[in-house]
């Protein structure tokens, strides 16, 4: 099938959590060094293993309420959720607060309060949401955002990164206020030696996201991308299908497998785009196109399609319809990429590069 690009984003909205943006800039003396990186952690081939990067398994307390929010299913979320936080979880609270501080007059001074006592409880990515430079904090809750609140962030994460948590590791290093380039990419090859893949990714897209990246830069980029991808890490996925977008590729051969790879492991993005293309395609009937717009409402709660297609008037032939549909969803991988520092598309501490 063959996939257009639409001005569909296919980028998920993220904390910056780096403490000096000149520090993270990439240099041309990044290429060996990565080049060493790729050299001594060869892999060619997706891994069989899709969730070595996740944060939550299957049968973790948080799984079930973390993909759903990942998945923009958020009342599934909350109600998975829930038994969490009434037992004052801190990370339950963090998450269920994310998806709840805009929704309404009401919801929002709840959410405040669950952030602020996920935060006491120890959770360093709630502390962070009352940064001074979050502008969702600035929004929503002026009064409280203050750098008393980054401070604490550091000493969490300074007490988790003690416990080896790969996470806490990089955010301790990277939020020192006198980090060095080296100190940076030392800490981005660590983490994805240690299958945290975000800040590689993030660096990657730095590069290929300008508007005439230097041609070595881009191709270590590109390469930096196909290493996480083939760790099944969607972000880095949909990166390569936007540099593919970006250099005129769509509907190419690559663009096509990470399509299917997003597909496979729910990328919103790849999921989003092949709804969307699936209406211009001639070789698909109405009830098709029905199937696929309904797999992608039940996937990730993305309605739209269902208003571009004609549902099947017989109800035997509907009901068969929203069982293959059913189906098409439920193949969908279950594996969550999302972390607390890039939680939902619609939250981010700001947009610092």
Known sequence: MLFKFTTLSITLITLALTGCSKA????????????QFLSENPISSINPSIDIASIYQPGDPLFEGVLNIQRNLWGKAEKALKPLVDKNDPDALYWTALI???????????????????????NPY???FFAPDNHQCQMYFPNDCSEKWVEKAQKLFAEKAKTGDVRAVYYSTTLKPDLTHKEYIDAVIQSAEKHYYYPLVEYANKIINEDKPNKNMEAMA??????????NFVP?????IGNEVQSGREGGESYLNYIEQGIK??????????QLNSL????????????????LDLQNGRSFGLHEVIAPKEKDALIAANKKAQEKADSVKKVIYIDGAHATMFYSRLDIQ
């Open 24 to 35: 993270t800039e990439p240099q041309q003396a990044d290429i060996a060094v990565f080049e």
């Open 100 to 122: 709840s501080y805009s929704g309404s007059i009401k919801s929002t001074p709840i959410a405040r309060k669950m952030l602020i006592q996920s935060a006491e409880l120890g």
């Open 126 to 128: 709630a502390a962070l």
């Open 222 to 231: 590109v390469n930096l991308l196909n290493y996480a991808r083939f760790n």
């Open 280 to 295: 211009d395609n001639n070789s698909l009937n109405n009830t098709q196109k029905y199937i696929v717009a309904k797999a």
């Open 265 to 274: 492991l729910g990328s919103n993005a790849a999921w989003n785009l092949y």
């Open 236 to 240: 880095a996925i949909e990166g390569l």
